[in-house]
Structure formats: C-alpha cells, structure tokens
C-alpha cells in the first residue's frame, strides 16, 4: 500500500498556483493538432489520444486565409472527390469527428488557422461577424473595446469561432438566449461542394429566417466548411461571482431554484466530501467597482515538473488500489479551491467576495494557451507532450424533469461508500450547468441541464482503473435509464448508442446535409458512428476505454480481476467491477 503524506500530497497542487507568474511567463503553448512530415500528416485532439487510441493519418492539408482559397480548396476537393474534414488551431474533439476516413489516401483536412483576419463589429445593430479561424478571445477582446459583450461562452477560450458553435458548446444559463453560443448566432456563411457548372463549390450565406440555418448552427462539420459567424451582442456589462461552498443537502431539490435566481448560475457537485458549490453569478451595472478576473485554476500553466508529479501520483495510488490516498488528494484540492475561489481574482489575487468584472474577464478562461513558441518552463496540464493528467470527459444533457431522479440516484450510489467518488472529486467532481431549448436541429429541443465529470484514464488502454465500475454505472445511468443526450465533442464511444432516438430534428438535418453535400465528402466513418449511434467492435477489453458496454467477462479484464457485473443502484447497468476473489 502506498502511504503519502498530507504535506507531500498539498505541494504538488498548491506549487502551480504559488508560482503562476513565474509559470504564465514561461509557459510553452499547446502543440499544433496537426503534425506533417515527407509521408503525411497526423490529426490528434487537445489529450494527443482518440477514444480508439488509434492515430488519424490525412495525406496532406491546406491553410486557406480568405473566402476566396476556402473556396478554391473546397473545390479541389469536390472534383477530385476526397473526404473533407476541418480543423482549427486550437484543441480538437474527444471523439474522432475531424478524422476524413480510414485508410484516408483519398482525404485532405482543411485548416482555419491562418483564415483569421476579419472581426467585423456594428455597433449600431449590435452584432459581430468574424472569419471562421478566429479565436475566441479575439473575439471578445474586440467588442469589449467597442463597448459590446458577447452574452454566452464555453468555460474554455481555446476555441474558434466556428469550432465553437459546431459541436454545441456552451457556458450556463436559463435567461435570454440561453447559454448554448450557437443560440446567439444570427447569421454565418457556409462553403459546400457544388456542380460542375457552378465551379465545384459555392458560398451560401444563411440567416435566422433561412430553412437551412438551423441545421448549419450545429452541423458538427458535416454540411460544408462554415467560413463566417454572425454573434449578436449585449451593451458591455460587468459581472458580479461569488462561490458558496456548503453541504450538499437539498441539491436534487435546488439546482432549478439557483438557475432561475441567477443568470450565469451553476454548481460544481463534489460527492465523497459531501459538499456542494452553489455559484452566484449576475450582471451588475458598468458602475460598480471592481475590475475582476475569472482564470480558472484547472486553465492555468502548470510547471511541467509538478504535472508529472500529480499525474505519477495518481498513477501510484490507482496501481495501490488507494482509496484513502485518492480521498486525501481530493479534500487537499477542494480546499484549496476554496481558499483560492478556484481562480477568481479582484485584481492580481483573490482578497473576498463578491469579485466584480467586465463580461470579458468573467466569461472564459485559458491562460495556459498564451505563451511564446520557445517557452519550456510549463505548459497546460493536459500537454500529452509531458505526461502530465490524463483522463476521460463524461458530459450528459439532461431533460430539466429528470435530472432530479438522476441525481437522488447517484446519492444512493454515493452513500453506500462515499470514498468511492473520490477519483472523480481530485478533478472538478460533478459539473452542473443549464442551457436552454434551441431551434437548432442537433441542439437541445427543451430547456436543459448538463452534467460534466473528469475521471482518470489509465495509460495503457487494457489497464482498468480502481472503482472503474461506479463511473460505468454513472455514465450509463445517464445516457440509457435517464436518456441522457451526450454532448457532440466529448464522452465515450458507448455514450452515443442510439443517439439518434434522441434529436427529434434529426431528420431535417439530414435532408439539409443531403441538400448541401450529396456525396458525403464531409462525413466519415467516425462522424456517422457518432450522429448514428453505431455500436464499435466488440473484442476483450472494449468495455475498459467505454468502446462497448460489456456483456462478457472478457469484455473487462478477468485476468485483472474486473469481471462484468450488473449494476448497484440501476441494476440494468453492466459494469467492469474488482473482485479479488476472482484474482488466482
């Protein structure tokens, strides 16, 4: 058994933050999606792993820079008939979505990373059009100049602006528009193949009273390259964030009272310790003092050195099968959250509640991204170039009406042994947000709540992980007793089984994407798995990296001792549980 100190066990996660302004200037930025050399070139997401763990090879890519190479590029691809894909400059989906095709000699990936020059701001009509490449800091840095804000944002920055709205993505809110960004798009314009005669591909340009929009909105890059967005915006405003850190008795009973009180509400849920964090966050007028930051401390530059450490940490305490290791990492990070608003700042450190900011500071966060190529010293904790964390993203959109029962559910599996949530509380436990009903085809038919939670994943893929049964029996609660929806650019294979029972409009994108690219040269095998619900193969292990939902044994690890075993508290799960008698 491995026995660690408490000492030892805080230094590794208080030492990144002690030594931020040393990390943020020395800090080496994430690594390019794509990796090219003399035989082709190779697509990984933000982790450097597919939920396969098997590599995306593309024979070539192009960088257009305007409309008008976009436009060259798709046709090009259009007369010689290769699958399409687009990626950006910055992190990528965790299912396999922008891969063209295996074997994938007759592919090309499309970059957006130099096509980023235009962010066009009217003041007047309170909008912002931007060139798809665009980052999203840029773009908020921009209005925030003009006296603008732009209302709803994912928590993290790293992302563009078509990328965003092409999967979903979203920050948390029940008022207004709603927290989906894709919901505050009021026009953008698309790239899609064409006939002969129209020279190979053409622009279409979609607005609000258009039939094709809400397919285009969120069209997870299967209808054609989407080359500009048109965003509507507020008048600039501040925000005012305070955390309530509290017991979590009463959440089932509550989150719908926090989401309807407070614009930007949410509440992060950490199970083994009992505690649940209620965030109260509201617009304020521009007169209100304080000039405030929201840089989320998961978001910050880590030393290099210390995210190995966590990471060799966990690793140890998994091979240990330590539960009480994992319990006191987790009590040690929650408190220190706490203690430090978990990256909120009145100005250069946190002194109090409430911290008041402009929109613009308070929205989103990423500041491990900025930093100069040549920077060594840290880098985003994530990097798959230095070993550091390593984990699975489990994200569920619930109905508001059955996320109550969803979460009395997990109680029950949690207070049978508490301990056993601990794996999921090291990271950021149970993340609870609210978007609202949206007209888009792929996104949410009534007003929702999502769930996200981060678990670790082991480095070998035939390696289970310790309580490894609990977060089965969670994500399938989710996904099949509640009929959860999973969110487009995250989870496990297993989350998308029948996804297609779930999108009502489902078949008016369809008929969209049949109208904008009948040969299917930007759908693949990996984009139709996912929009089609399709089961992968299923060979011993699958179950262990959520690949299947095991039905054997040998679907989990016997020899490891991980048999298939129904579930605890939703008895149709089937779980990879530990059994110690069964190790010989």
Known sequence: MVKLGWPWLLYPLLLPVILWGVASTLAMPPPPPVQCNSTGCTLHNSYGVWGDRKDCRVPSITYPSNQQELLQAVANATRSNLKVKVVSKFSHTIPKLACPQTPSRNAILLSTEKYNASIDVDPAGRTVTADAGVGLRNLIDR???????????????????????????????????????????????????????????????????????NAARVSLGMLGVISKVKFSLDQRFKRSITYNFTDDDGIENEFMDHAKKHEFADITWYPSRQTAVYRYDDRVPLSTSGDGVYDFLGFQSNLIAVSKTVRATEKALERARNVNGKCAVAATTITYKKLIANGLRNNLIFTGYPVVGYQGKMQTSGSCLYSPPSSTGSSCAWDPRIQGLFFYETTAIFAVTKFRDFLRDVRKLRDMKPENFCGVDIYNGLLIRFIKASEAYLGQSEDSVVLDFNYYRADDPKTPRLNQDVWEEVEQMAFFKYGAKPHWAKNRNLAFLDVQKKYPKLNKFLAAKKQLDPNDLFSSEWSDELLFGKEGSRGDGCALEGQCICSEDRHCSPAKGYLCQPGVVYKEARVCRYSAASVS
Do not use: C, M, N, Q
Request: net charge negative; aromatic share 8%.
């Open 143 to 213: 209005v925030e100049k003009e006296g603008l804000s732009l209302v709803s944002a994912p928590y993290w920055e790293g992302v563009s602006v078509a990328g965003v709205i092409s999967t979903g993505a979203h920050g948390s809110s029940w008022w207004g528009r709603g927290g989906a960004v894709h919901d505050h798009v009021v026009g953008l314009t698309l790239v899609v193949p064409a006939k002969e005669s129209e020279g190979y591909a053409k622009v279409v340009s979609l607005g609000t009273k258009d039939p094709l929009f």
